[in-house]
C-alpha cells in the first residue's frame, strides 16, 4: 500500500478542513457509541445536534462560496452537492434509527475524505487570490464547541 502524504492547504480553506475533522470524529463518536451499546436514542440526540448546531451551516458555506470556484458542471461539485442532498436526507430522516445512523457514519466519512482529498485540492488550484480571500472572511474564526452533556464515547 503507498503511503499517504500530508495534505498541504491553504490558510484560507484550513478552517473548512477543521470542521472536516469535526466530522470525522462524529463518525467515530458513533461508531464507538455502537459499540458500546450506548442508547440509539441517545447517540441520535448528539448526532441531530451536530448537524443543526455545525454541519447546516457548513454546507451551505460550501455551496455558496466554495464549490463555485469551479464551473457548476464541474463533475467534482456535481458529486459533492449530490452527497450534501444525501447526508441532509440520512440526518433529516427518522426511520430505522440503528440503520439511519450506520449510514450517517459511512457515507459521511467518505464524503469528507472525497473534499478533503480531491475536491478541495482542486479548488485550490483553480481559486484566485481573491476568492480565497472571501473565503476567508466567511468561516465564523470561533473554536468548535462540543456538546459535552452528550459523552458516551469516552
Not at 8 to 36: N, Q, V, Y
Not at 38 to 63: A, C, N, S
Not at 85 to 90: E, H, P, T
Not at 135 to 143: L, M, N, P, Q, V
Amino acid at each position: 500500500m503507498k503511503p499517504t502524504s500530508p495534505i498541504t492547504r491553504s490558510p484560507e480553506l484550513k478552517p473548512f478542513s477543521h470542521d472536516h475533522h469535526h466530522g470525522l470524529l462524529l463518525c467515530w463518536k458513533i461508531k464507538t457509541g455502537m459499540a458500546k451499546n450506548i442508547e440509539l436514542p441517545h447517540i441520535r440526540k448528539y448526532v441531530d445536534w451536530f448537524y443543526e448546531t455545525h454541519l447546516k451551516g457548513h454546507f451551505l458555506l460550501e455551496e455558496k462560496y466554495i464549490f463555485p470556484i469551479l464551473e457548476p458542471d464541474n463533475q467534482l461539485v456535481i458529486q459533492a452537492l449530490k452527497e450534501h442532498r444525501a447526508l441532509r436526507k440520512l440526518f433529516e430522516t427518522a426511520w430505522d434509527l440503528e440503520a439511519n445512523l450506520k449510514s450517517i457514519e459511512k457515507e459521511l466519512d467518505l464524503h469528507i475524505r472525497f473534499e478533503e482529498r480531491i475536491l478541495f485540492a482542486e479548488i485550490q488550484k483553480a481559486a484566485t487570490k481573491e476568492q480565497l480571500k472571501k473565503i476567508e472572511e466567511i468561516h465564523s474564526k470561533e473554536a468548535f464547541i462540543d456538546n459535552e452533556d452528550a459523552d458516551f464515547w469516552s
